[in-house]
């Protein structure tokens, strides 16, 4: 027991000396709500790329972040926080958000489940849109929300142009969408596509992941005062 707890009080003078920096405190206070690649937070933060590149080796050395290989352009890599790393701390006090708009490439599954999710956890409205949209919900998304008793509307996909109004909080839900989309975002979470593998388990994670994204940033945000 007594090496059960100095093992534990290793761990978190190991992540409180990796927190202890401003910059680094900074670094994940972004992607604790949004996952990001180096060079866009080196933007976010106006920080040199060797520099960005000393800290995230810092907070992936204590097991603070990880990177996932984007689906879009196969080159860029995204990082996120490590799940249940940081449970104790979350950024300040809630943001004003008239409505959340998630986004994807089709606007067939990610986005639509993510729109589902946050309706189910936030007074705050949300929406669903696309870059190509596609025809119609994807089957394996419908099936998806039935196994896991989300109420998922059957709407046909739109594209961003159709849906977006300026007051809304955008976040991309697909590596693509991010990419190639011509607007600032606001938020983006790097989830893979269930479409890929079609399997029952690809849809069942992504939309596992994408409730555990909701959970976060939900209590984040707080509805915007009508004028």
């Known amino acids: 027991m007594e090496t059960e707890l100095n093992d534990g009080l290793g761990r978190r003078v190991a992540l409180h000396a990796a927190l202890a920096d401003p910059a680094r405190l900074r670094i994940v206070d972004l992607l604790l709500v949004g996952d990001a690649s ?3 937070l080196a933007g976010l933060l106006s920080m040199p790329s ?3 590149a000393h800290h995230l ?5 204590v097991g603070l972040v990880v990177r ?3 689906e879009g352009d196969r080159r860029r890599t995204y990082l996120q926080i490590v799940p249940g790393v940081l449970d104790a701390l979350r950024p300040g006090a809630a943001r004003p958000a008239a409505r959340v708009l998630f986004v994807c490439t089709a606007n067939s599954a990610r986005s639509h489940l993510a729109a589902a999710l946050w309706r189910r956890a936030s007074e705050v409205p949300a929406a669903s849109a696309g870059t ?3 025809a119609s919900i994807a089957p394996g998304a419908i099936a998806a929300a039935e196994r896991h008793h989300l109420p998922l509307p059957r709407v046909k996909p739109r594209q961003v142009a159709e849906v977006r109004s300026d007051a809304d909080l955008i976040i991309t839900v697909c590596d693509r969408a991010h990419e190639e989309l011509d607007l600032k975002t606001d938020v983006h979470w790097s989830i893979p596509d269930p479409i890929r593998a079609g399997t029952p388990e690809a849809f069942d994670l992504a939309l596992e992941e994408l409730d555990r994204r909701v959970e976060n940033l939900a209590p984040l ?3 915007a005062a009508a004028n």
């Open 50 to 52: 060797n520099l960005m």
């Open 132 to 134: 190509h949209p596609a």
């Open 221 to 223: 945000l707080a509805p």
């Open 57 to 61: 080796k810092v907070l992936e050395g």
């Open 68 to 70: 996932s290989r984007s």
């Open 38 to 40: 180096p060079s866009e």
